[in-house]
């Protein structure tokens, strides 16, 4: 178990018609990041992605960490994170997963640790962050299409989620669970000195040490899909038709027409897209 003394995360029932996204704001910061130097020891786990399934064949899911704290056995843990959140049930069962591991679980948030990583995040025996890194803390965030039944089940589950959020947020830090409520109605970000001065955070590393801002290379394609993928959600385009419209733009496997996955971009497609962007 954790060396601290952390609650659990709940466990509460996925409604059949929930569908997770990422807050536009936590995404377009972290598109623009550059993508941050990591260790490749075998107990170092990497989150640098969406939590849950992103829609293009990435993602960081429970089933992955699950995999990866069975190969490192009874040893302690280092978890990187870059990431703007995702799926909060993803993120709740990362973190119990970590909250379990019964040796010390070292978090290092190399850039931002948004929603749902930012819960992970609070599973971490010690936080470190870089200089220039974030933590964003918000409500329980989502959509449930349904009638009013469904709307007003999925209003009281996320109200338990909250709930259960600023429980968490709370034994780790030492603040007010009314503070930690506060920060999660205003959809925070703090600053590395921010969330240590809140007790969210242990310290701040050094330009040296293993949490380094550095920056790698990225694929030009992945960033370029993340930057589109911010642009249309801070339009308010619902994820499922960001994901199409980005379909449309790189082509599919096994497509009717000509086009191949990594092909390139279509450029009808794009076309429409930059109108949506304009309009």
């Known amino acids: 178990m954790s060396l601290r003394d952390l609650p659990a995360g709940p466990d509460f029932q996925r409604p059949a018609t ?7 704001d936590a995404l377009a910061k972290w598109a623009d990041m550059p993508s941050p ?4 020891d075998n107990t170092t786990i990497t989150m640098l992605d969406i939590i849950g399934d992103d829609g293009m064949g990435g993602g960081v899911s429970a089933k992955l960490i699950a995999a990866a704290l069975r190969a ?10 870059n990431s703007p959140g995702g799926d909060m049930f993803e993120g709740i069962a990362i973190y119990n997963l970590l909250r379990a591991h019964p040796a010390e679980v070292s978090i290092e948030v190399l850039g931002i640790a948004a929603s749902a990583a930012s819960v992970i995040a609070m599973a971490g025996d010690n936080i ?24 007003a089940e999925a209003t009281t589950l996320f109200e338990r989620f909250d709930g259960a959020l600023a429980d968490i947020y709370a034994a780790r830090s030492g603040m007010a669970r009314s503070e930690v409520a506060r920060l999660l109605d205003a959809e925070t970000f703090l600053t590395a000195q921010e969330a240590v001065a809140a ?7 050094g330009e040296t040490d293993a949490a380094s801002d550095v920056s790698a290379q990225v694929r030009p394609d992945i960033l370029a899909k993340r930057r589109i993928d911010a642009a249309l959600a801070q339009q308010g385009i619902p994820r499922s038709e960001r994901r199409a419209m980005l379909k449309q733009i790189t082509g599919t496997r096994n497509a009717a027409k000509p086009a191949t996955h990594d092909a390139g971009f279509d450029p ?11 309009a």
């Open 37 to 40: 130097t990591t260790a490749s």
């Open 268 to 278: 009808a497609a794009l076309r429409q897209l930059l109108d949506t962007l304009q």
């Open 199 to 205: 007790g969210l955070a242990d310290i701040i590393a």
């Open 128 to 151: 470190r962050m870089a200089p220039s890194s974030f933590l964003m803390l918000h409500n329980a965030w989502g959509v449930v299409i349904g009638n009013r039944h469904d709307m």
């Open 18 to 24: 929930y569908q997770f996204d990422t807050p536009s």
């Open 72 to 81: 490192i056995g009874n040893r302690d843990v280092t978890v990187q994170i």
